[in-house]
């Protein structure tokens, strides 16, 4: 995406004369100049082209500000999102491994990882975890809030012009550059009297010189744990039968794990004159967390709290006599760095080279915990390993607008090429933490009891590479119609090349109405971390409450390879839209926009198997699986987004409104969720179909008030245990949020919110209560009820 930024600054300042010819006009003409000028942002997600605005963009492109994204109380961009998107759906879920740190997050209802992430226009890194169903998505809580100018979100698919994974949409992050300073501290607790959070954010651009622009980013965060538990029937149990003993209740806790985060960064750029600009960023985070694991019972957990005579005198009840909550931490270091050089070599050509390093790490632990089967020598706290994720990324793109003779406006052709470097390593933990003891023979369990580390087997490090190259052309064939075309080659190291196209039109019936569409073909192709890795997991029996150990193999594993494992291929996809969009003067704006996904080959994991009898089984899995693609999807639905913006009194009135339906089925294919009938249940009705939102803001004077509407239709959970799965099936929910901002000064301003003001809480979990759970924890929201928050802000 190369900008000329002399056409960002003159369409910046037509804007702004527009302006000054209707200052002194009457209420209706403000309000319009005011909806006009929400509309004239240059766009530069989905399009090379440097004159596209959100109203005439060839493709549906949302536009969030840096005050859109100060207005929601959250620093977690995913809840930020979650909350001004509606196709956007992100999950909480407690006690569920590495998830509860990097929540997975969907557009549309598709994978995490089928929607491609840029800052400043060029790819975001991945997270080392590899989530549900082997997702690999890059972690959006690693960006700080604080750094944000404004978000485009593009709701099409865009292999084509981006590469691999852009199936859902495209997410672009552009990075703040202002001048001055900002300082914002708040305070928030959610009515329960639990989850206190504490947050700092800093902002502050200068100029080095006269043509160096530098923005510095800084944020600190701390939050508490929250509970919505109640004490398990079987600690009740057991603190009747032992009386003399004090058992902590609840035992273990569900909810958002204690967490503590600071992240910097910068945003660069030095203008070296005749047109050659340098620019560079660079975002460090790093995190700490800690979250429950299920409770052991030492009445019932007899492959832990088992006497046996290779240990003679030896009983975990002397180190855990009323059981025990294994304790999960999480220490990711996440960096991103991205250098570049972008000129003319003329008017009509103009070139931009970039090379950028991406890296997240994460270190897992457990703590109050035991490797049973190591008896007394077995200790209480384990480091289980590390998973790094690398990305080396050298792009080349170039910007050619050619005039052509019979059309208005030139003819848009960008080309360029990009090589991307992707490796995935896995560290071993402790020997401990995996180590099967003597223990074993009698049945007590191996492995860190709760979560096993990566044991020598399983460590190692593997990288892909990939070559691509594209053209993408926009043609104004007159003032009222544009068509498009984008073709992209790319080659993979691990499986061979692909090739995708995409055509889109765009066609104005009048100034403030226009019909657009588009049809593409997409992929997303797998990662080093899935095509190579084996992981183990344990779980908790809701129906026996005993604990299992599963592992999943990567494809060429021995034992995958002889239950069918196959190669994995990239997935694909075949996206069509159809939409239209308008505005007019009265500040009134908005499109719909239908769409249409197939994908085949879809990522997931395979059935479940049982080891066979004499095959070595060193990590003792009750059942493994691989990762396979075999099945095949239709995504359905409709985006309809508005807006009402104008001058109300003496103040400004802002009404927005979105809603999505989404319906995802499955077509086929030979994998369990295409098979099965309770996996297929899970997968296609795990998320609401519906989402909306609506909000209502109204600045006067020194006081701006919020009213946003939230809306999640209804969905089903499940629980899996080893005889089956249990479903339920949640109805719709409704979330009242309310804000007040008050500017004490010219530069300092206060302000109080509450989300879900009515302290809304979903259907109890029935089927899950035997955990003490008491919301389900794979709810499309928060269920932790009434969150306030008070913060203050200060400008230099």
């Known amino acids: 995406m190369n900008i000329k930024r002399s056409q960002i600054a003159s369409a910046a300042a037509l804007c702004a004369c527009q302006a000054m010819m209707v200052a002194h006009a009457d209420t209706s003409a403000d309000a319009a100049i005011t909806a006009a000028d929400s509309q004239q942002s240059i766009i530069v997600t989905g399009t090379r082209a440097s004159n596209r605005t959100q109203f005439d963009t060839l493709a549906p492109v949302d536009v969030f500000s840096r005050e859109d994204i100060a207005a ?83 709701r099409d698919g865009a292999s084509a012009q981006y590469g691999s994974d852009a199936i859902a949409g495209v997410i672009n992050i552009i990075l703040d550059d202002s001048l001055g300073g900002e300082l914002t501290a708040q305070h928030s607790q959610y009515s329960e009297g639990d989850g206190k959070a504490n947050e700092l954010h800093a902002k502050y651009g200068f100029m080095l010189g006269e043509h160096a622009r530098i923005a510095l980013f800084a944020e600190a965060a701390q939050s508490d744990p929250t509970s919505r538990t109640r004490q398990r029937p079987d600690a009740i149990a057991f603190q009747a039968a032992h009386p003399a003993l004090s058992v902590p209740n609840p035992v273990q806790r569900w909810g958002q794990p204690e967490l503590e985060s600071q992240h910097l960064g910068y945003n660069a750029t030095l203008d070296l004159g005749n047109e ?87 270190d897992y632990g457990l703590h109050n915990s035991i490797n049973a089967s190591l008896g007394p020598a077995s200790p209480t706290s384990f480091y289980l390993g590390r998973l790094t994720q690398e990305e080396k990324l050298v792009n080349a793109s170039f910007n050619y607008e050619w005039r052509v003779a019979g059309l208005s406006q030139p003819v848009n052709l960008a080309f360029g090429a990009e090589y991307r470097n992707e490796s995935y390593a896995v560290k071993a933990g402790d020997p401990a933490s995996y180590a099967v003891g003597p223990g074993a023979a009698a049945g007590l369990d191996a492995n860190s009891n709760g979560a096993p580390g990566f044991s020598a087997i399983q460590s190692g490090k593997w990288d892909q590479d990939s070559y691509a190259a594209y053209v993408d052309a926009e043609v104004p064939l007159s003032r009222q119609a544009t068509i498009g075309a984008a073709v992209r080659y790319e080659d993979f190291s691990e499986f061979g090349n692909t090739v995708n196209g995409k055509l889109s039109a765009r066609f104005e019936v009048t100034p403030d109405f226009a019909l657009r569409g588009s049809y593409s073909t997409g992929f997303r192709a797998p990662t080093p971390g899935q095509l190579n890795t084996n992981s183990t997991s344990q779980g908790l029996d809701t129906k026996t409450l005993l604990v299992f150990t599963s592992g999943r193999l990567a494809n060429n594993d021995p034992l995958a390879v002889a239950l069918g494992a196959r190669p994995l291929q990239p997935e694909k996809s075949k996206n069509l839209s159809l939409g239209l969009t308008w505005k007019d003067a009265s500040g009134l704006s908005g499109s719909v926009d239908l769409y249409n996904i197939k994908l085949r080959d879809r990522f997931s994991t395979s059935a479940s198997f049982a080891v066979p009898a004499g095959v070595p089984n060193p990590l003792r899995y009750t059942s493994v699986s691989y990762f396979t693609n075999d099945f095949d999807t239709t995504t359905k639905g409709v985006d309809v987004v508005g807006s009402y913006l104008r001058r109300l009194g003496v103040g400004k009135l802002n009404l927005t ?83 007040a901002t008050y500017k004490l000064t010219a530069k300092q301003s206060l302000r109080f919110g509450v989300d879900n003001v ?8 029935v089927f899950q209560a035997s955990r003490g759970l008491i919301y389900s924890r794979n709810a499309p929201y928060d269920t932790d009820g009434r969150n306030l928050y008070l913060d203050y802000t200060v400008k230099f």
């Not at 407690?94 to 929607?115: E, K």
């Not at 009938?677 to 609506?694: D, I, N």
């Open 72 to 154: 929601v109380a959250s620093s977690d961009l995913n809840d930020v999102l979650a909350q001004l998107v509606p196709s956007y759906v992100v999950q909480r879920l407690p006690m569920a491994d590495g998830q509860v740190f990097v929540r997975p997050a969907t557009l549309r209802g598709l994978s995490p990882d089928q929607t491609l992430v840029l800052v400043n226009g060029r790819r975001f890194h991945r997270s080392a975890l590899l989530g549900a169903r082997g997702a690999q998505a890059p972690d959006l809580a690693q960006i700080p809030t604080s750094a944000i100018k404004r978000i485009e979100v593009l």
């Open 276 to 362: 050659l600009e340098a620019y560079s960023y660079g975002l460090f985070a790093h995190s700490d967390g800690t979250s429950d694991f299920n409770w052991r019972n030492p009445d019932t957990g007899t492959t832990v709290y088992k006497l046996t005579t290779i240990f003679p005198g030896w009983d975990v009840r002397s180190i855990y006599p009323v059981g025990f909550s294994p304790q999960y931490t999480n220490k990711q270091n996440d960096m991103q760095l991205l250098a570049g050089l972008r000129g003319r070599l003329s008017e009509a050509l103009g070139w931009d080279v970039s090379a950028s390093y991406g890296r997240n790490a994460i």
């Open 758 to 765: 009515l302290n809304k809480y979903p259907d109890e979990a």
């Open 657 to 739: 409104a979105a809603w999505n339906y989404n319906q995802t089925r499955i077509d086929g294919g030979k994998s369990s969720i295409a098979t099965n009938e309770s996996q297929r249940v899970v997968f296609e009705e795990r998320l609401p179909r519906q989402k909306a939102t609506f909000s209502a803001s109204y600045d006067q004077g020194g006081w701006s008030t919020l009213v946003r509407a939230r809306y999640y239709g209804s969905w089903t959970d499940s629980t899996g245990n080893a005889t089956g799965d249990i479903f339920q099936r949640f109805g719709a929910m409704r979330f009242l949020d309310l804000a």
